[in-house]
């Protein structure tokens, strides 16, 4: 027997298992928001040097705050395997490979913690090489994270905690090109961000895992609330979401042309009003599942957008 051929397959299986812990496919989706945050204070191509040095913390930021998810998660995730209230994950983007693979028994927790620490330290460093403020801002994102995942059973609030968490890539990216940014800006940024991952991300998410976050006696929007309550946070926080991002035309530094508001409006009403509606009428658990994958696809819509309507 090759032992060599054999050891091929399980070493990029057990690698994909890591990748799945960090929810690699929506991580780098995610990466779109630092580059958007920095296009739009920044108005050109960034350096080469500032450009390779953002994608590699990017990268690595994304990696450890995701599996720091599930490490602090991960007692809640093991008691959801064996009460059998986990959900089935077949359509959904955070879990390409599998889901909570920690809480499955495939990696240990130790491998998990490693993992997220290593792919941390590599972040600060380069958060620090752009700017200590950088630094500053991905310390603070991890912190929040771990607020986020303890307060699953304390209140629904946490929702806001996690609209704080998603924003801190794009303000971070914004310190890493411009050192003392428009106060304007950033509110306008943080906002914006904030109103999209609550409508578009976080709450939609919690709508899919309503059976078992009943079950865990979870305190998200859609428990606390119901289905009704949680459509009228998610319209509400979209519609502000595409206001604001039209709003960027005037308060974002970067000089971006008319097509920009055309762009903006296009992509809102595509990747977040369109499918919002849709959960509207149907109020099942699929197409609030279908609301938080297009969604997901939003901040690289709409770097597509800056980019193309740069003067």
Known sequence: MNTTSAATPLALSRVKLFWALSRMTHGLLDMATP????????????????????IITAFAGYTS?????????????????????????????????????MAQGLLKLQDGIFWAVSWALV???????????????????????????????????????????KTSGALAAVFAVEPNPSPAFLISLFLWLFFWEIGGQNVPNDWVD????????????????????????????LAVAVFLSVCMFWT?????????????????LLLLILPAYRLYKSKTVHHAGSLFNRSSYYPICMLVVVLLSLD
């Open 35 to 54: 580059a958007l945050g920095a296009l739009l204070c920044l108005g050109a191509i960034p350096s080469p040097k500032v450009i390779i040095l953002g």
């Open 65 to 101: 705050v995701y599996a720091l998810n599930d490490i602090v998660d991960y007692r809640i995730d093991r008691e959801k395997m064996k009460m059998g209230t986990a959900r089935d994950a077949t359509h959904d983007l955070d879990a390409v490979y599998v889901r909570h693979p």
């Open 123 to 165: 972040a600060l460093v380069g958060a620090y090489a752009l700017n200590p403020v950088c630094a500053l801002i991905f310390l603070a994102g991890c912190l929040l994270e771990v607020v986020y995942c303890l307060l699953l059973r304390v209140s629904c609030l946490r929702t806001i905690v996690s609209g704080a968490v």
């Open 210 to 237: 309503l059976d078992e976050d009943t079950a865990m006696r979870a305190r998200t929007v859609p428990v606390r609330f119901g289905t009704e309550g949680s459509l009228k946070v998610m319209i509400y926080s």
């Open 252 to 268: 974002a530094p970067a000089a971006i042309g008319h097509s920009y508001v055309w762009g903006a409006l296009f992509a809102g």
